[in-house]
Nanobody, 123 residues
Framework: QVHLVESGGGLVQAGGSLRLSCAASGTFVSINAMGWYRQAPGNQRELVASATSSGFTDYAHSVRGRFTISIDNAKNAVLLQMNGLKPEDTAVYYC?????????????????WGQGTQVTVSS
């Protein structure tokens, strides 16, 4: 089982910055990837940014050049630095982690979600 603790959401004016963090704890073997998703009212949950433990990163087109994702392997944490925030970035942001877990003699890959943190950007 994996437990995720998110922090860093809040209210900011357009053009401002926020940094989201998410720390994973539990009895997993390794982390394959971590990422951030967001969901605005009436919209589907969408990928914002993701990063693998080997350093590969991917971003939604709408945030490329403004957001930066990074993984702290020592702390099992993922950070999302958000600069140049726009009102359309307003959403609940969810942390996601993809891990390898050992169950008896077997290894399985599972993903877990955080509880979500609200980001509101005023115009």
């Amino acid at each position: 089982q994996v437990h995720l603790v998110e922090s860093g959401g809040g209210l900011v004016q357009a053009g401002g910055s926020l940094r989201l963090s998410c720390a994973a704890s539990g009895t997993f073997v390794s982390i394959n990837a971590m990422g951030w998703y967001r969901q605005a009212p009436g919209n589907q949950r969408e990928l914002v940014a993701s990063a693998t433990s080997s350093g590969f990163t991917d971003y939604a087109h709408s945030v490329r050049g403004r957001f930066t994702i990074s993984i702290d392997n020592a702390k099992n944490a993922v950070l999302l630095q958000m600069n140049g925030l726009k009102p359309e970035d307003t959403a609940v942001y969810y942390c996601n982690v993809d891990v390898e877990e050992r169950i008896g003699e077997f290894f399985t890959e599972n993903d877990y979600w955080g509880q979500g943190t609200q980001v509101t950007v005023s115009s």
